[in-house]
């Protein structure tokens, strides 16, 4: 009944429903463009969220960041060249059947497995959030610092290559959110005398710094080589360019495993949709009948990942919803226009805003049913006009559109000069490999885990030790314990790994 209500709240809204239709055709577009993504997109697009209502503002860039992880399929298929991280297994076999002259028989799969896959996703975030917000209501202080310090740990050391670089990038991005006043003692702190200071740092010019700004300093240089242009391969009969029935049985139980691996990685904060597409596609096909045919352009090759990496977006959101802890960079920006709007998210946003919450899930449905329609009829269509568009022209816009976003927010040139220098910031980072996205998620944590740690000490005389005394924060404290000692172990076993195997080939 409270979804049926979401999608009359949507449908009956003009501004609602048009703000997600544009979310899907911008999501589409953007995701097929080659390096730039829909975090990009969202983070040049928060500053618009001040001037609409809450709902329509969080729709709108739920559904582009949705339609972006599709939408990078389509330059991964007819070019070789994925428009998003997500879509980098997709290349394989997308490819391979494009050269084939099935790039029609490729889109429509890709739409189809991904639209399956992201209602997956969808269907476990309406139901597992309100179930897993119902189960940590009661949770106090201590509980929500573990929870922070787990995700902290837990993003920090799976987010990058490295885990020590995974966890500096995430105390890097804590350090930041430490500027500004004391929210108890009202005394500046690291402000370096500067007014503009006092009040920290603002969230748009971050994002517009490390994910626009920074993408553009790494887009440049290949840019500057040319464009390569792409020969058009046309279909040889009119089979090519469809997906018959038989085929799409033939795909359904690889689109149900990547669904099913897609869900369960969105689960885990920080992990994103490029590994879950990886994950599925080398399960799938070391299950496959036919495995020699994968690499060779094999529809089940595109059909696997592409559900995959589109059934990561529910779940990525169940985390937010349900505690207050964004597990991607998207979770982390919608997070950041809840707090814009004064909506508390955490395990009593059912109670507090339920409307909007069911509305949202609403969009999301909606959103999926028309980036699908979009990509099975305008697929070819939009690969073709986005390849024709120069490099050139592409990347200085989107830096000036940036640089307009980051002032738009405050109407401040203190704004602009951050989101400058935290796009150099993010541009060494990514060169030295660092991780940004870490950075940001922590700097969005960091207040409520220091406000959980102050809160859980003045609890008891007994300071830190009432950590000590809560089960559920001590089982929270050992999860990245093991996680990370696992990946350690895994690293050193491969280490040892790598000079056998060089050993029996000499």
């Avoid at 509305?359 to 073709?384: E, K, Q, S």
């Avoid at 024709?388 to 602009?416: C, E, G, H, N, W």
Wanted: charged residues 15%; hydrophobic residues 50%.
């Amino acid at each position: 009944m409270d979804l049926l209500n979401g999608f009359y709240t949507i449908f009956s809204s003009p501004e609602t429903i048009g703000f997600v239709v544009l979310g899907a055709v911008l999501g589409v577009i953007v995701g097929a463009v080659p390096g730039l993504t829909a975090s990009a997109a969202i983070a040049m697009l928060v500053p618009i969220t001040y001037y609409i209502d809450p709902l329509s503002a969080l729709a709108f860039l739920y559904v582009i960041g949705k339609a972006g992880r599709f939408g990078g399929s389509i330059s991964a298929i007819l070019f070789n060249t994925p428009g998003t991280t997500a879509a980098a297994a997709t290349v394989i076999d997308g490819h391979a059947l494009t050269k084939k002259g099935k790039a029609g028989k490729a889109l429509k799969t890709a739409t189809v497995a991904s639209v399956i896959g992201d209602f997956t996703g969808e269907l476990i975030l309406i139901f597992g959030a309100l179930t897993i917000a119902n189960w940590t209501r009661d949770l106090g202080p201590p509980e929500y610092f573990a929870i922070y310090l787990c995700a902290f740990l837990i993003i920090g050391s799976i987010i990058s290559d490295s885990v020590l670089k995974g966890i500096a990038s995430t105390l890097f991005g804590a350090t930041l959110a430490m500027i500004g006043l004391d929210s108890i003692t009202s005394e500046p702190r690291f402000d370096f005398g500067m007014v503009e200071l006092y009040n920290g740092f603002s969230l748009v010019p971050l994002l517009i710094g490390m994910f626009v700004i920074s993408e553009v300093f790494t887009q440049v240089a290949p840019a500057r080589k040319g464009q390569e242009q792409h020969d058009e391969i046309a279909a040889r009969s009119p089979d090519d360019d469809r997906l018959s029935w038989a085929e799409f049985l033939r795909c359904l139980p690889y689109i149900g495993r990547g669904s099913a691996i897609g869900s369960m990685v969105g689960l885990i904060p920080g992990v994103g949709s490029a590994v879950a597409c990886f994950v599925a596609y080398g399960s799938s096909k070391a299950k496959a009948p036919n495995k020699e045919e994968w690499g060779k352009g094999a529809i089940e090759g595109v059909a696997a990942p592409e559900a995959s990496n589109n059934a990561v977006s529910g779940p990525s959101m169940i985390p937010l919803l349900a505690l207050g802890l964004p597990g991607s960079t998207i979770a982390a920006m919608l997070m950041g226009v809840f707090m814009i709007h004064g909506i508390q998210v955490g395990p009593k946003i059912f109670e507090t805003s339920g409307d909007t919450v069911y509305g949202l899930f609403a969009a999301g449905l909606t959103g999926i049913v028309l980036y699908g329609l979009i990509g099975w009829f305008g697929g070819p269509l939009i690969g073709r006009i986005i390849d024709k568009v120069p490099q050139r022209l592409i990347y200085p816009t989107i830096f000036a559109v940036a640089l307009i976003s980051a002032y738009t927010a405050r109407s401040s040139m203190f704004d602009v000069v951050v989101a400058l220098i935290f796009g150099l910031v993010g541009y060494f980072m990514r060169t030295l490999n660092f991780s940004p996205a870490a950075a940001i998620i922590a700097f969005v944590l960091a207040p409520g885990a220091e406000q959980a740690l102050r809160q859980s000490v003045l609890l008891t005389d007994d300071g830190f030790g009432i950590f000590l005394t809560r089960p559920v924060a001590l089982a929270f404290f050992a999860v990245p314990v093991v996680a990370i000692g696992i990946r350690i172990f895994a690293r050193m076993r491969s280490a040892q790994n790598a000079p056998d195997a060089a050993g029996s080939q000499t």
